[in-house]
């Protein structure tokens, strides 16, 4: 499979009402820049202030300056997630890259937190572990989580990921690195 620019959904049905959006480079730019106002003009999407908030900028800020080195990850690198039924953005979420040498690819996401606790970030994991089962050159999915985030930590538990070491995060700080081998479930 491609990864293409096409929003990814998948068939699963935890995962059905949610998509994953490629975000145009206008929107991009203005959302590391925290400018929600320029953001919304460069799109028809409702985007929320969470998008512009310090939780995301610096992940749009280090896209931005990853895309402008490699304009080819494009279509691999954090998308909005995006509810299906009424077109609301509900949050972030994609792989940090397209898979190393090694054929691993670090998954992100992130929800806004009035859309929290109803599946969205289930949904976004899916999406994206379906995605790497079907590209031949992925052979392991990583995610790294700080300690004190109990909901995410659970998430992952849940879909087979198992603890391989810790790094230290210049935004998050200490954070737990887990990883599933792939195809994953």
Same mark, same amino acid.
């Given at each position: 499979?491609?990864?293409?620019?096409?929003?990814?959904?998948? /068939?699963?049905?935890?995962?059905?009402?949610?998509?994953?959006?490629?975000?145009?480079?206008?929107?991009?730019?203005?959302?590391?820049?925290?400018?929600?106002?320029?953001?919304?003009?460069?799109?028809?999407?409702?985007?929320?202030?969470?998008?512009?908030?310090?939780?995301?900028?610096?992940?749009? /800020?280090?896209?931005?300056?990853?895309?402008? /080195?490699?304009?080819?990850?494009?279509?691999?690198?954090?998308?909005? &997630?995006?509810?299906?039924?009424?077109?609301?953005?509900?949050?972030?979420?994609?792989?940090?890259?397209?898979?190393?040498?090694?054929?691993?690819?670090?998954?992100?996401?992130?929800?806004?937190?009035?859309?929290?606790?109803?599946?969205?970030?289930? &949904?976004?994991?899916?999406?994206?572990?379906?995605?790497?089962?079907?590209?031949?050159?992925?052979?392991?999915? /990583? &995610?790294?989580?700080?300690?004190?985030?109990?909901?995410?930590?659970?998430?992952?538990?849940?879909?087979?990921?198992?603890?391989?070491?810790?790094?230290?995060?210049?935004?998050?700080?200490?954070?737990?690195?887990?990883?599933?081998?792939?195809?994953?479930?």
């Amino acid at each position: 499979m491609e990864i293409s620019e096409e929003p990814w959904t998948c /068939r699963n049905p935890a995962a059905g009402r949610l998509q994953l959006v490629q975000l145009e480079p206008s929107v991009l730019a203005a959302l590391a820049g925290g400018d929600l106002v320029a953001a919304r003009r460069a799109t028809a999407r409702d985007l929320t202030p969470y998008l512009a908030s310090d939780d995301c900028v610096g992940v749009w /800020r280090i896209r931005r300056d990853q895309l402008a /080195r490699n304009p080819a990850d494009a279509a691999w690198v954090t998308r909005l &997630a995006v509810d299906r039924g009424s077109g609301k953005v509900v949050g972030r979420a994609g792989y940090h890259g397209p898979p190393d040498e090694a054929g691993m690819v670090e998954v992100g996401y992130s929800i806004d937190p009035v859309h929290r606790r109803q599946g969205y970030a289930r &949904a976004a994991l899916v999406i994206l572990l379906e995605t790497a089962r079907e590209h031949p050159g992925i052979s392991v999915v /990583r &995610a790294s989580v700080r300690p004190d985030n109990t909901p995410s930590r659970r998430l992952l538990d849940q879909y087979g990921f198992q603890e391989v070491g810790e790094q230290w995060d210049d935004v998050d700080g200490l954070e737990t690195v887990l990883e599933v081998p792939c195809p994953c479930s």
